[in-house]
């Protein structure tokens, strides 16, 4: 009974001991499992609290992310929608009050206009629509081709055609010129200037350089014929007329008002007043109008001054501009064929008597019997 008394103490003491042991492991343990419990307790509550309820602000993030995205991909197809339409050639014209600033140039127009294209392919399909610019480019283009015509055939005359050549031709010339380029200038400013509102502008300068440029060079011949024995009024009237151009370009290139701008084209033109009155004065009247050619020149100069007043009526501006351009080449070619027939002898004597030509007095003799028969 001890020998087993002994036994169930010892039992007793090895079950108290491991009891003990397991007791000192969990007091060990404790702190760890319960800091790893608390993680797996945070960590399941916020997944739940992520499931069963979303933060708002980020929600309300999202969503604000893809409305702009959806917005941006809508604004994307309008453009790319507006830019087929407009490089296809299927866009409207536009009433007067819808156009932006910088395309109100003429406020008579309230319809019929073409929207902003920034698409030089488009601008130049554009001529072949009915629109308010399509009268403008096409007097200004087919004016361009006719004068470019004339100027070729004048330049490949032959010389025998002509008493001194070189000098006539680069008078001829300068009048050619100053019209190509007047009506390139105006039919390339109507055709792209609803392209940008830069474009708009460096075209605008380039049209109001080339009405001056045609003004100046329309004066060039009829004085180069008209006072041919009178070399110094010439130059001094041929530079008066050239500072007056240049600077018209200068200091009017883009003047805000029509009506100023009209006025400086108004007056560049009569600034051929003087030189008529001077040239009327010296010969008559009837040798001026007729020999001289003037009555070519007043109609040119009434056409140019009827085209200003109609200014706000673009068309029949340039209509009016193309007649009385070609009024005055008729006017100048019948100066030049008059001189040619004097074989040689001068046209007109403002200042001094003819001129003999080389070989006797056969010139002259024809300038008596055509001067006789104006008397």
Known sequence: SSHKGSVVAQGNGAFASNRETDTVELAELGPLLEEKGKRVIANLTKAEEEQTCPVPQEEEEEVRVLTLLLQAHHAMEKMEEFVYKVWEGRWRVIPYDVLPGWLKDNDYLLHGHRPPMPSFRACFKSIFRIHTETGNIWTQLLGFVLFLFLGILTMLRPNMYFMAPLQEKVVFGMFFLGAVLCLSFSWLFHTVYCHSEKVSRTCSKLDYSGITLLIMGSFVPWLYYS???????????????????????????????????????????????????????????????????????????????????????????????????????????????????????????PFSEPSHPKGGGGASQVLLKKTSLLK
Do not use: D
Request: net charge positive.
């Open 227 to 349: 006072f041919y024995c009178s070399p110094q009024p010439r130059l001094i009237y041929l530079s008066i007329v050239c500072v007056l151009g240049i600077s018209a370009i200068i200091g009017f290139a883009t003047p805000t008002h029509r009506q100023t701008r009209a006025g400086v084209f108004l007056g560049l033109g009569l600034s051929g007043v003087v030189p008529t009155m001077h040239f009327t004065t010296a010969e008559g009247f009837v040798k001026a109008t007729t020999v001289g050619q003037m009555g070519w020149f007043f109609l040119m100069v009434v056409m140019y001054i009827t085209g200003a007043g109609l200014y706000a009526s673009h068309q029949i501006f340039h209509i009016l501009v193309v007649a009385a351009a070609f009024v005055h080449f008729y006017g100048v070619s019948n100066l030049q064929e008059f001189r040619y027939g004097l074989e040689g002898g001068v046209l007109m004597t």
